[in-house]
């Protein structure tokens, strides 16, 4: 099954307390419906220190969201829409802005 939103898409959030910030996407986990998001849902952690391996401190890092809170920012548009498929003539089957009607890549 195709995937609407992929790796290195830019998307917005629509929900929740980042909601407005857009970022690339890093990463999708398809089986948890979750994407990791650039600047977006940064959490912190409190990390023990490992002789020779690591330092203790405070990391701050992206945790993942979920993927029915963003949408695909149009490259075309420019805007926040929801995304379609369709099938081309040669039978490849590409996605596709609901507001302009372009093949997004």
Known sequence: MAQKIRKGDTVVVVKGKDRGKSGAVQRILTKESR???EGVNVVKR???ARPGVRQAGVLTLEAPISVANVKLLCPHCHKAVRVGFKFLEDGKKVRVCHKCQETIG
């Open 35 to 37: 994407a990791l998001v």
């Open 46 to 48: 409190h990390q023990k």
